[in-house]
């Protein structure tokens, strides 16, 4: 009978490492990670994509056609960078027309410009893309448009707008105003601002000028002296989310307010657009979810 003891005792002694060797087993198993959820926006229209790969990773009546207000900047400015032998230091004389487009145009957001300055290029887009100057577009409109006269140089350059817009792919988009302050035909998408502004991005002085919080830039005035002119961004993002790379803010009466966004971590790059959010602070907030969301997809 010991030997029977024995025995069970062996085969018990057995049996319990082997629990134990399961019991264990079950607490070191390595954990599912959770997916993301879905974030919930204020915003009426969102879309985010992998600017490496392009994959989508949100969308919100992404196709779906809306004011833009002034995200059409990114436009503005991708048509300028856009032509052949550009000078950036070539100056512009400031006009009078394009200080009183800013009187008559409520919403006009403004870059302070002074007519009969002389501001470059380079600078015009500091202005264009930082306060959002309504005047500085008009002033890139009328130096790269072509034609006899003003309106037909902006007319020009609008066409140009359209046209890049074609080449790009987005098919849900035109424009009638260099600026936003459309004439009830400027519009766009999500999904078509996203393209816009990763294509963009691909040019230096873009990504330099849109990546800027605040600048000072020195222009010569009328009398041939000097004065410096302040801009500050108005994305909120810049300075509050780390990795931002800009792109550009956009509001209105239609528009409500939008925000086309972009930032950098750990070597992923997200890009997307946020368009008729519900104030400033929901665009930046709404801006902030989406990216948060699209690092973890």
Same mark, same amino acid.
């Given at each position: 009978?010991? #030997?029977?003891?024995?025995?069970?005792?062996?085969?018990?002694?057995?049996?319990?490492?082997?629990?134990?060797?399961?019991?264990? +087993?079950?607490?070191?198993?390595?954990?599912?990670?959770?997916?993301?959820?879905?974030?919930?926006?204020?915003?009426?229209?969102?879309?985010?994509?992998?600017?490496?790969?392009?994959?989508?990773?949100?969308?919100?009546?992404?196709?779906?056609?809306?004011?833009?207000?002034?995200?059409?900047?990114?436009?503005?400015?991708?048509?300028?960078?856009?032509?052949?032998?550009?000078? %950036?230091?070539?100056?512009?004389?400031?006009?009078?027309?394009?200080?009183?487009?800013?009187?008559?145009? #409520?919403?006009?957001? &403004?870059?302070?410009?002074?007519?009969?300055?002389?501001?470059?290029?380079?600078?015009? %887009?500091?202005?264009?893309?930082?306060?959002?100057?309504?005047?500085?577009?008009?002033? %890139?409109?009328?130096? $790269?448009?072509?034609?006899?006269?003003?309106?037909?140089?902006?007319?020009? $350059?609008?066409?140009?707008? #359209? &046209?890049?817009?074609?080449?790009?792919?987005?098919?849900?988009?035109? $424009?009638?105003?260099?600026?936003?302050?459309?004439?009830?035909?400027?519009?766009?998408?999500?999904?078509? %601002?996203?393209?816009?502004?990763? #294509?963009?991005?691909?040019?230096?002085?873009?990504?330099?000028?849109?990546?800027?919080?605040?600048?000072?830039?020195?222009?010569?005035?009328?009398? +041939?002296?000097?004065?410096?002119?302040?801009?500050?961004?108005?994305?909120?993002?810049?300075?509050?989310?780390?990795?931002?790379?800009?792109?550009?803010?956009?509001?209105?009466?239609?528009?409500?307010?939008?925000?086309?966004?972009?930032?950098?971590?750990?070597?992923?790059?997200?890009?997307?657009?946020?368009?008729?959010?519900?104030?400033?602070? /929901?665009?930046?907030?709404?801006?902030?979810?989406?990216? /948060?969301?699209?690092?973890?997809?």
């Amino acid at each position: 009978m010991k #030997n029977g003891i024995k025995g069970i005792r062996r085969v018990s002694a057995v049996a319990v490492t082997a629990g134990a060797v399961l019991t264990a +087993g079950a607490f070191t198993a390595p954990a599912q990670a959770a997916a993301p959820k879905t974030p919930t926006i204020a915003a009426k229209g969102g879309f985010v994509m992998n600017n490496g790969t392009g994959k989508t990773l949100f969308t919100k009546a992404a196709d779906t056609r809306r004011s833009t207000g002034s995200t059409t900047k990114i436009m503005t400015a991708r048509v300028v960078l856009a032509q052949s032998n550009l000078n %950036l230091d070539s100056k512009v004389t400031v006009q009078k027309a394009y200080s009183d487009y800013i009187v008559d145009n #409520n919403w006009a957001s &403004s870059a302070k410009l002074i007519v009969g300055d002389k501001v470059t290029v380079r600078q015009l %887009l500091y202005g264009l893309m930082l306060p959002s100057g309504c005047d500085a577009a008009y002033a %890139l409109a009328d130096k $790269f448009g072509s034609g006899s006269t003003r309106a037909a140089r902006v007319k020009s $350059f609008i066409g140009k707008m #359209n &046209s890049t817009a074609r080449s790009l792919g987005m098919t849900n988009t035109h $424009f009638d105003s260099f600026d936003g302050i459309g004439r009830g035909a400027n519009y766009s998408t999500p999904r078509d %601002l996203t393209k816009l502004a990763s #294509n963009a991005m691909k040019y230096s002085t873009f990504r330099t000028v849109v990546k800027t919080k605040s600048t000072t830039q020195k222009v010569t005035t009328k009398s +041939g002296g000097y004065r410096n002119m302040s801009w500050t961004n108005t994305n909120a993002l810049l300075g509050s989310y780390s990795g931002t790379l800009g792109v550009k803010t956009g509001s209105g009466p239609e528009a409500k307010y939008c925000l086309v966004f972009a930032a950098t971590r750990g070597g992923k790059t997200v890009i997307g657009t946020v368009l008729a959010s519900t104030s400033v602070t /929901d665009r930046t907030a709404d801006a902030k979810k989406l990216m /948060d969301y699209g690092f973890k997809k």
